[in-house]
């Protein structure tokens, strides 16, 4: 773990955390984590932003300045973080270069960027527990990680500066490999939330640590934990449509480590790209989130969490690009994905769909195959019966989609028998 660390040297990186704001920065309140990071790669996601440190361009240079941009699991973003003498080493994997001070300078507001490794005081950092996860201090000036005035925007430089409780200088580390990089291989990986069972939706529904009477709809811009109190007030409880969301997430923002209950009118709408983590829909009114960017590259990632008592459906994607589903448990509803049939604009849609468990729910996703739909289907689990993938003929505004076959066909339902397992 390295040596110990006064507290205010120290530098957390969130995990499960309940988070209290303050100022518009968010202070941990969580119990101190006890886990200490395995070798293995991850991405650094923001507190304050929820925002990843990244390689501008995907750099191979020296003296590139590390900045924060959306969290796309991608090159540029995975740091391979290995236990050093004194600390750890964070190497871009892209690279191969150390995460270092520029000049080994032990000042405040002075770069972190990539350069060449040396196995310098300057490029290695102590990862302390401190509250509910981390504190990352430079070995050379005791200085913490942190984005360049406590900027929550897109492309801000990160920097070292001296350790507080700002949300800048708190940290996610997460698991990489799904994408732009080799695969990890950690044997006890931090997380950010509860898991969820085994990685495959299945385990137990948690409990809340509060609760929190909301009568209007949040907008809760690019970041916003939760702490898993339950939140709920709006609507009627039902699935009649119009209601006003609960939340609302800008785009290439983070919503995690939330209990929403009834009534909760239209749930969550992403405005654009967007991470529903380990959120847990206790009962779905209209429907628990929806997807509304025009964009065709937009991205929507859920990741953990479960929804019970949809009736309708679930998600309901309204707008264009691709939404994951990982790692979910739906319980007693209609649909659990509906790519929207006859929205006032009609897009070529897709979900992805890995690690997810269904109880009592009819229909796993609903898509338009006429408009070039798509649905990829994995580690797919189904307690009774339920059609994984339906097909429709999307429609204008104002008429009924047509139903006109279910099943894989390799094209548009994309899934082999060994991908679905019936209990």
């Known amino acids: 773990m390295g040596r110990h660390t006064s507290p205010a040297r120290r530098w957390a990186i969130t995990l499960a955390a309940g988070l209290m704001t303050t100022g518009g920065l968010v202070t941990v309140l969580a119990s101190p984590a006890t886990a200490a990071p395995s070798n293995g790669n991850y991405t650094l996601a923001n ?4 925002l990843c ?5 995907q750099s191979t240079g020296d003296g590139v300045q590390l900045t924060q941009t959306t969290c796309a699991d991608a090159t540029g973003q995975i740091l391979t973080i290995t236990a050093v003498s004194g600390g750890y080493q964070l190497k871009a994997a892209h690279s191969g270069k150390c995460l270092g001070v520029r000049d080994a300078s032990t000042s405040a507001g002075k770069p972190v960027q990539q350069e060449t490794c040396t196995g310098a005081a300057s490029q290695t950092w102590e990862l ?3 509250g509910s996860g981390y504190r990352v201090v430079n070995a050379n000036g005791g200085k913490c990680l942190n984005v360049k005035d406590n900027s929550t925007a897109s492309n801000a430089l990160l920097q070292q500066n001296s350790c507080d409780s700002a949300a800048t200088k708190q940290w996610t580390l997460r698991s990489a490999g799904s994408g732009g990089g080799p695969s990890p291989s950690p044997s006890a990986t931090p997380t950010v939330t509860p898991t969820s069972g085994g990685g495959d939706g299945s385990g137990s529904w948690p409990g809340d640590t509060g609760s929190v009477h909301q009568t209007s709809t949040r907008n809760v811009g ?7 109190k339950r939140y709920y007030g709006i609507g009627d409880g039902g699935q009649g449509e119009g209601q006003d969301p609960m939340f609302v997430v800008a785009n290439g923002g983070t919503i995690q480590n939330v209990i929403i209950d009834a009534p909760a009118g239209d749930g969550i709408h992403c405005e654009g790209s967007c991470t529903i983590r380990n959120v847990w829909w206790n009962d779905v009114g209209e429907d628990a989130a ?10 929507y990632l859920v990741d953990g969490g479960g929804a019970k008592s949809g009736s309708d459906k679930v998600f309901q994607h309204n707008g264009a690009g691709t939404v994951t589903i990982k790692n979910f448990q739906v319980h007693s509803s209609g649909k659990l994905y509906r790519a929207c049939g006859n929205c006032s604009s009609s897009y070529q849609r897709h979900v992805v769909m890995d690690g997810v468990t269904a109880r009592s729910t009819k229909v796993l996703a609903g898509i338009n195959t006429n408009w ?3 649905a990829r289907f994995s580690r797919i689990t189904v307690y009774g ?3 994984v993938c339906e097909k429709y003929k999307g429609v204008p505004k104002g008429q009924e989609p047509t139903k006109i ?3 894989a066909d390799g094209v548009h339902c994309i899934y082999s028998p060994s991908d679905v397992t019936y209990k």
Do not use: L, R, Y
Not at 47 to 50: A, D, E, K, W
Not at 53 to 57: H, L, R
Not at 291 to 297: A, D, E, G, M, T
């Open 47 to 50: 507190g304050g932003s929820g």
């Open 128 to 130: 302390t527990a401190s």
């Open 372 to 374: 070039g739909d798509t």
């Open 405 to 407: 076959g279910s099943g």
């Open 222 to 228: 690019t970041f916003f934990d939760g702490g898993m």
């Open 385 to 387: 019966s339920a059609t």
């Open 290 to 299: 929806t997807f509304k960017s025009s964009s065709s590259s937009a991205t």
């Open 53 to 57: 440190a990244t390689v501008p361009g």
